[in-house]
Protein backbone atom coordinates (compact mmCIF):
# COMPACT_ATOMS: atom_id res chain seq x y z
CA UNK A 1 0.00 0.00 0.00
CA UNK A 2 1.10 3.17 -0.83
CA UNK A 3 1.65 6.00 2.12
CA UNK A 4 2.90 8.78 0.06
CA UNK A 5 4.87 9.88 -2.48
CA UNK A 6 8.13 12.05 -1.51
CA UNK A 7 10.21 14.44 -3.34
CA UNK A 8 13.79 12.35 -2.89
CA UNK A 9 17.61 13.42 -4.08
CA UNK A 10 20.46 10.88 -5.14
CA UNK A 11 23.71 10.62 -5.89
CA UNK A 12 25.58 8.32 -8.60
CA UNK A 13 28.87 8.21 -10.90
CA UNK A 14 32.48 8.16 -10.22
CA UNK A 15 32.63 10.08 -7.18
CA UNK A 16 29.29 10.52 -6.65
CA UNK A 17 29.63 13.43 -8.52
CA UNK A 18 25.77 13.46 -10.27
CA UNK A 19 23.30 14.63 -8.17
CA UNK A 20 19.81 13.59 -9.92
CA UNK A 21 16.45 14.69 -8.49
CA UNK A 22 12.81 12.54 -8.18
CA UNK A 23 10.38 11.14 -6.26
CA UNK A 24 10.04 8.05 -3.87
CA UNK A 25 7.31 6.43 -2.27
CA UNK A 26 6.86 5.25 1.18
CA UNK A 27 4.83 2.48 1.01
CA UNK A 28 3.61 -0.87 3.19
CA UNK A 29 3.74 -4.25 3.09
CA UNK A 30 0.47 -5.60 2.25
CA UNK A 31 0.86 -8.24 4.21
CA UNK A 32 -0.99 -7.96 7.58
CA UNK A 33 1.32 -9.93 9.52
CA UNK A 34 4.45 -7.67 8.11
CA UNK A 35 2.86 -4.26 7.99
CA UNK A 36 6.51 -2.59 7.28
CA UNK A 37 7.22 0.09 5.95
CA UNK A 38 10.03 0.80 3.13
CA UNK A 39 10.97 3.00 0.59
CA UNK A 40 10.55 2.43 -3.68
CA UNK A 41 11.77 4.29 -6.36
CA UNK A 42 9.23 6.18 -8.92
CA UNK A 43 10.90 3.28 -12.18
CA UNK A 44 9.40 0.64 -9.45
CA UNK A 45 5.86 2.35 -9.13
CA UNK A 46 4.13 1.67 -12.32
CA UNK A 47 0.72 3.64 -12.81
CA UNK A 48 -1.78 0.92 -11.28
CA UNK A 49 0.33 1.14 -7.83
CA UNK A 50 0.10 4.90 -8.18
CA UNK A 51 -3.80 4.30 -8.36
CA UNK A 52 -3.94 2.67 -4.75
CA UNK A 53 -3.91 -1.10 -5.93
CA UNK A 54 -2.33 -3.41 -2.86
CA UNK A 55 0.47 -4.91 -4.76
CA UNK A 56 3.43 -4.00 -2.40
CA UNK A 57 5.40 -6.59 -0.32
CA UNK A 58 8.73 -5.83 1.54
CA UNK A 59 10.19 -9.51 0.41
CA UNK A 60 8.88 -12.64 -1.57
CA UNK A 61 7.80 -14.47 1.47
CA UNK A 62 5.07 -11.92 2.20
CA UNK A 63 4.01 -12.22 -0.69
CA UNK A 64 3.85 -15.88 -0.62
CA UNK A 65 2.11 -16.29 2.33
CA UNK A 66 -0.33 -13.16 2.08
CA UNK A 67 -4.21 -14.68 2.69
CA UNK A 68 -6.23 -13.50 0.06
CA UNK A 69 -9.24 -15.57 0.80
CA UNK A 70 -10.43 -18.54 2.39
CA UNK A 71 -11.78 -21.93 1.32
CA UNK A 72 -14.89 -22.17 -0.47
CA UNK A 73 -15.48 -25.42 0.17
CA UNK A 74 -18.18 -26.23 2.98
CA UNK A 75 -17.37 -26.83 6.53
CA UNK A 76 -13.28 -25.58 5.69
CA UNK A 77 -11.87 -22.47 6.73
CA UNK A 78 -8.19 -23.07 5.53
CA UNK A 79 -6.99 -20.07 3.95
CA UNK A 80 -5.85 -19.62 0.17
CA UNK A 81 -2.40 -17.73 -0.01
CA UNK A 82 -0.82 -15.96 -3.25
CA UNK A 83 1.88 -18.99 -3.34
CA UNK A 84 -1.16 -21.82 -4.16
CA UNK A 85 -3.10 -18.89 -6.52
CA UNK A 86 0.35 -19.00 -8.49
CA UNK A 87 0.53 -22.74 -8.12
CA UNK A 88 -2.64 -23.25 -10.06
CA UNK A 89 -4.85 -23.24 -7.29
CA UNK A 90 -6.79 -20.54 -8.05
CA UNK A 91 -10.66 -22.03 -8.08
CA UNK A 92 -11.62 -20.73 -4.50
CA UNK A 93 -10.31 -23.78 -3.42
CA UNK A 94 -7.78 -24.05 -0.54
CA UNK A 95 -4.59 -26.87 -1.63
CA UNK A 96 -6.23 -29.62 -0.17
CA UNK A 97 -9.14 -29.45 -1.41
CA UNK A 98 -7.94 -27.98 -4.91
CA UNK A 99 -5.88 -31.65 -5.42
CA UNK A 100 -8.94 -33.60 -4.78
CA UNK A 101 -10.97 -31.18 -7.21
CA UNK A 102 -8.46 -31.92 -9.99
CA UNK A 103 -7.76 -35.19 -9.51
CA UNK A 104 -11.64 -35.92 -9.44
CA UNK A 105 -11.89 -34.11 -12.32
CA UNK A 106 -8.64 -36.29 -14.34
CA UNK A 107 -10.11 -39.48 -12.63
CA UNK A 108 -13.28 -38.43 -14.76
CA UNK A 109 -11.26 -37.63 -18.01
CA UNK A 110 -8.98 -40.53 -18.02
CA UNK A 111 -12.26 -42.76 -17.16
CA UNK A 112 -14.00 -42.02 -20.37
CA UNK A 113 -10.90 -41.66 -22.23
CA UNK A 114 -10.09 -45.67 -21.85
CA UNK A 115 -13.80 -46.41 -22.65
CA UNK A 116 -13.78 -44.47 -25.99
CA UNK A 117 -11.09 -46.53 -26.68
CA UNK A 118 -12.84 -49.86 -25.90
CA UNK A 119 -15.97 -48.98 -27.68
CA UNK A 120 -13.09 -47.81 -30.32
CA UNK A 121 -12.33 -51.55 -30.25
CA UNK A 122 -15.48 -53.16 -30.03
CA UNK A 123 -16.74 -50.92 -32.64
CA UNK A 124 -19.31 -48.92 -30.93
CA UNK A 125 -22.22 -50.51 -32.54
CA UNK A 126 -24.61 -53.08 -30.75
CA UNK A 127 -23.77 -56.04 -32.21
CA UNK A 128 -27.96 -57.91 -32.25
CA UNK A 129 -29.51 -54.86 -33.44
CA UNK A 130 -26.94 -52.00 -34.68
CA UNK A 131 -28.04 -49.26 -32.07
CA UNK A 132 -25.15 -46.88 -32.46
CA UNK A 133 -26.07 -44.24 -29.82
CA UNK A 134 -23.60 -44.02 -27.32
CA UNK A 135 -26.14 -43.32 -24.77
CA UNK A 136 -27.64 -46.79 -24.76
CA UNK A 137 -24.52 -49.14 -25.12
CA UNK A 138 -23.21 -51.06 -22.69
CA UNK A 139 -20.16 -53.62 -22.59
CA UNK A 140 -21.20 -57.07 -22.27
CA UNK A 141 -18.64 -60.05 -21.36
CA UNK A 142 -19.52 -62.40 -24.26
CA UNK A 143 -19.66 -65.84 -22.26
CA UNK A 144 -21.32 -63.91 -19.18
CA UNK A 145 -18.29 -64.24 -16.99
CA UNK A 146 -18.49 -60.57 -15.66
CA UNK A 147 -19.51 -60.88 -12.54
CA UNK A 148 -16.53 -63.40 -11.99
CA UNK A 149 -14.53 -60.27 -13.73
CA UNK A 150 -15.41 -57.50 -11.54
CA UNK A 151 -15.17 -60.08 -8.45
CA UNK A 152 -11.56 -61.04 -9.42
CA UNK A 153 -11.11 -56.61 -10.08
CA UNK A 154 -12.57 -55.52 -6.85
CA UNK A 155 -11.80 -58.09 -4.27
CA UNK A 156 -10.18 -56.03 -1.94
CA UNK A 157 -13.51 -53.90 -1.68
CA UNK A 158 -15.61 -56.83 -0.68
CA UNK A 159 -19.00 -57.88 -2.49
CA UNK A 160 -20.99 -56.04 -0.92
CA UNK A 161 -18.63 -52.43 -1.37
CA UNK A 162 -20.37 -49.94 -3.67
CA UNK A 163 -17.32 -50.46 -6.33
CA UNK A 164 -17.86 -54.42 -6.46
CA UNK A 165 -21.06 -53.20 -9.20
CA UNK A 166 -18.54 -51.33 -11.37
CA UNK A 167 -15.03 -51.53 -13.10
CA UNK A 168 -13.05 -49.22 -14.48
CA UNK A 169 -12.51 -49.08 -18.31
CA UNK A 170 -9.18 -50.00 -18.08
CA UNK A 171 -10.00 -53.11 -16.74
CA UNK A 172 -11.54 -53.90 -19.88
CA UNK A 173 -8.46 -53.03 -22.11
CA UNK A 174 -6.83 -55.61 -20.02
CA UNK A 175 -8.83 -58.67 -20.47
CA UNK A 176 -8.95 -57.86 -24.27
CA UNK A 177 -5.33 -58.38 -24.77
CA UNK A 178 -6.18 -61.78 -22.87
CA UNK A 179 -9.41 -62.46 -24.89
CA UNK A 180 -9.72 -60.81 -27.87
CA UNK A 181 -13.20 -61.99 -28.39
CA UNK A 182 -14.11 -61.80 -24.72
CA UNK A 183 -16.37 -58.23 -25.02
CA UNK A 184 -19.01 -56.64 -27.11
CA UNK A 185 -21.12 -53.92 -27.16
CA UNK A 186 -24.23 -54.21 -26.29
CA UNK A 187 -27.37 -51.67 -26.51
CA UNK A 188 -29.73 -51.74 -22.93
CA UNK A 189 -31.93 -53.31 -24.31
CA UNK A 190 -29.86 -56.58 -25.58
CA UNK A 191 -28.04 -56.44 -23.17
CA UNK A 192 -30.95 -57.05 -20.41
CA UNK A 193 -33.12 -59.40 -22.88
CA UNK A 194 -29.55 -61.33 -22.98
CA UNK A 195 -29.71 -61.52 -19.11
CA UNK A 196 -33.64 -63.02 -19.61
CA UNK A 197 -32.65 -65.18 -22.13
CA UNK A 198 -30.13 -67.37 -19.88
CA UNK A 199 -27.52 -65.83 -21.43
CA UNK A 200 -27.94 -66.23 -24.41
CA UNK A 201 -28.32 -63.15 -27.41
CA UNK A 202 -32.33 -62.90 -27.63
CA UNK A 203 -33.16 -62.37 -31.26
CA UNK A 204 -36.70 -60.63 -31.72
CA UNK A 205 -39.25 -63.12 -33.79
CA UNK A 206 -39.74 -60.76 -37.29
CA UNK A 207 -43.63 -59.25 -37.41
CA UNK A 208 -45.55 -61.05 -40.28
CA UNK A 209 -46.33 -58.61 -42.77
Known sequence: MIIEKQDHTWRSGKGHNVLHKGY??????????????????????????????????????????HHVGTCSMEDCNEPITNAQKQRGHDNGLCRKHSIREQS????????????DKVYKLLGSVCVNCGEADPMFLEIDHVANDG??????????????????????????????QDNPEGLQILCANCNKAKERNGGVLYVRPAVAA
Open 24 to 65: RYLVQCDNPDCNKQFFRQEKEINGKHKAGAKNQYCKAKCHAT
Open 104 to 115: RKNAIKYRQRDK
Open 147 to 176: RQHREQVNHKWGADHKRAASMHPRHYLKYL
